[in-house]
T-cell receptor
């Protein structure tokens, strides 16, 4: 039972480099989400995809782009990484109706020097 | 979505019952209450959720008074492995195709021997 799989688990980038974080779920969920978590803080929503073919901005979208490649996969791209984007990134998914719990991956730890 | 307020930290000992209370004074009629648990280096994990009165599952109970302005997560007979951060969130039951959750800083529970 893989659930939500994120790759890579760790990454170090230099300022200005680009990178794509990958997320895949095998639960046939309609909705997928990207969050970031800074030290000692709660999670903040970056982007979400309510269903295949749609994406929308969350609370902190600046500096990021997303692609809902198909129902299973939702990627997050940093076009020009900045030190302020050093964080742990979590992907989540759920069925998509209002009260269904979200299932989270184990995160990608990203450091930008 | 209603803002939630919960204690920053709590301490307990193995075998004790732990009650974490969350305040959500501006909860709307369509909102439900949901709780997540997060261990270090892992994504949050759904624990329990409810709309009113009491909900119980194999790991916790959730008590919601009639006015729904607060809720209490009860963990019976905690063990060292229950040391984690617990998030109280309010979600929109009638979310249109996605679930927008707002994570605060959570309650850091430390269970000692």
């Amino acid at each position: 039972n893989a659930g939500v799989t994120q790759t890579p688990k760790f990454q170090v980038l230099k300022t200005g480099q680009s990178m794509t974080l990958q997320c895949a779920q095998d639960m046939n969920h309609n909705s997928m989400y990207w969050y970031r978590q800074d030290p000692g803080m709660g999670l903040r929503l970056i982007y979400y995809s309510a269903s295949e073919g749609t994406t929308d901005k969350g609370e902190v979208p600046n500096g990021y782009n997303v692609s809902r490649l198909n129902k299973r996969e939702f990627s997050l791209r940093l076009e020009s990484a900045a030190p302020s984007q050093t964080s742990v990134y979590f992907c989540a998914s759920n069925i998509g109706t209002g009260d269904q719990p979200q299932h989270f991956g184990d995160g990608t730890r990203l450091s930008i020097l | 979505l209603a803002k939630t307020t919960q204690p920053i930290s709590m301490d307990s000992y193995e075998g004790q019952e732990v009650n974490i209370t969350c305040s959500h004074n501006n909860i709307a009629t369509n909102d439900y209450i949901t709780w997540y648990q997060q261990f270090p280096s892992q994504g949050p994990r759904f624990i329990i959720q409810g709309y009113k009165t009491k909900v119980t599952n194999e790991v916790a109970s959730l008590f919601i008074p009639a006015d729904r302005k607060s809720s209490t997560l009860s963990l019976p007979r905690v063990s060292l492995s229950d040391t984690a951060v617990y998030y109280c969130l309010v979600g929109d039951m009638w979310g249109r195709g996605f679930q927008k959750l707002v994570f605060g800083t959570g309650t850091r529970l430390l269970v000692s021997p």
